[in-house]
């Protein structure tokens, strides 16, 4: 069983810089493929970034591309995303999960979201 609890949401101009953390428990942690998935009011859940296990591999969404960075601390069991040039369409509650593989990412282990909000 793996735990997730995000931290770093908050309300940012546009422009700005926003540093979201997803510390997970278990001794497992460095075996799982990681994402970040947001969902807006009235809007489908958006897979935003995925890195592989051993960090090897990172895919993001054309939407964030050049903008975000996602990453891992194996050490700390921690997984980042780091967004730039932030955009009022970047509003939303982002979720950090965990899985065996980036396509059983949904599938997986979910925290319970932080919202990032973006003023113009």
């Known amino acids: 069983q793996v735990q997730l609890v995000e931290s770093g949401g908050g309300l940012v101009q546009a422009g700005g810089s926003l540093r979201l953390s997803c510390a997970a428990s278990g001794p497992t942690f460095p075996s799982y493929a990681v994402g970040w998935f947001r969902q807006a009011p009235g809007k489908e859940r958006e897979l935003v970034a995925t890195?592989?296990?051993?960090?090897?591999?990172?895919n993001y969404a054309d939407s964030v591309k050049g903008r975000f960075t996602i990453s891992r601390d194996n050490a700390k069991n921690t997984v980042y995303l780091q967004m730039n040039s932030l955009k009022p369409e970047d509003t939303a509650v982002y979720y950090c999960a965990v899985g065996g593989s980036i396509t059983t990412l949904a599938r997986g282990y979910w925290g319970q979201g932080t919202q990032v909000t973006v003023s113009s």
């Open positions: 890195m592989t296990w051993g960090g090897g591999r990172t």
